[in-house]
């Protein structure tokens, strides 16, 4: 099965015709894929031997009133186009310096059903040596985190006689992706994680971390899992890095 029949597949199975009714226009989801696809080979650059780079961050601009009808699934369409781009990266031997990143906006001068693409190159997070790395160019976030303002501290060492430096990343998307790979949301430079070794997600107000079929697989309180809801104070470890999920009260 090709990319784009897995997308459509993911939809179909997501959206049960909700999404195709929510739209009387020729928008069309995989139309929009196809043009990310296209956009990443018009501008993937060979910048070292054996290395592709392409473009990570893609904004997806649609008339205003198709932005107002796709408002409803607008995060989770995001999700799905990031990873058919990063399906396609990897059947091309496609690089990324940063998580990839799928946003909607309304257009004024588009009419309905159409739609244009622009992307750009933004590096992610990373974690390494105890430090969190944020780009300067990081995307704005307006309505920057959910509610409880979810967030990991991050500490690559155990604590010694000074105590343990923790470091916060805010959990802002539906979908955080940790892993050793460049295109992981936050990237933990840690032989003993997987390129994409798992996923945070906020699901109807529980925050859930979900194992990626990682090697050395993840822990919750000393205690592997597949999947389970984080509460506060919970202890993930992966490879040797330690996150600490808070969340505050929300009453």
Request: include cysteine.
């Amino acid at each position: 099965m090709g990319v784009l029949q897995r997308f459509e597949s993911r939809l179909q199975g997501m959206y049960d015709g909700g999404f195709a009714r929510a739209f009387k226009s020729d928008l069309q989801p995989t139309e929009i894929a196809g043009a990310v696809q296209r956009e990443m080979d018009d501008r993937a650059a060979i910048v070292a031997q054996g290395r592709t780079l392409v473009p990570n961050d893609f904004v997806a601009e649609i008339s205003l009133a198709d932005y107002e009808r796709l408002q409803v699934f607008a995060d989770n369409l995001g999700i799905e186009l990031a990873t058919l781009a990063r399906d396609h990266a990897r059947e091309q031997g496609y690089s990324f310096v940063g998580p990839v990143r799928i946003r909607f906006e309304g257009a004024p001068d588009l009419t309905i059903g159409t739609f244009r693409i622009r992307s750009g190159v933004i590096r992610g997070t990373t974690v390494e040596d105890g430090e969190i790395r944020r780009p300067a160019s990081d995307l704005p976030r307006p309505n920057e985190g959910f509610p409880g303002a979810p967030r990991l501290l991050v500490s690559t060492a155990e604590p010694g006689p000074g105590g343990a430096t923790q470091r916060t990343f805010p959990l802002t998307s539906p979908v955080t992706i940790l892993g050793r790979g460049t295109d992981c949301d936050l990237r933990l430079v840690d032989q003993g994680v997987s390129r994409h070794h798992a996923e945070i997600r906020v699901e109807d107000g529980e925050v859930v971390l979900v194992d990626l079929g990682s090697t050395n697989g993840t822990f919750v309180n000393g205690q592997p899992i597949r999947r389970v809801s984080l509460m506060d104070n919970t202890r993930v470890t992966l490879g040797r890095t330690t996150l600490v999920f808070r969340k505050d009260s929300t009453y």
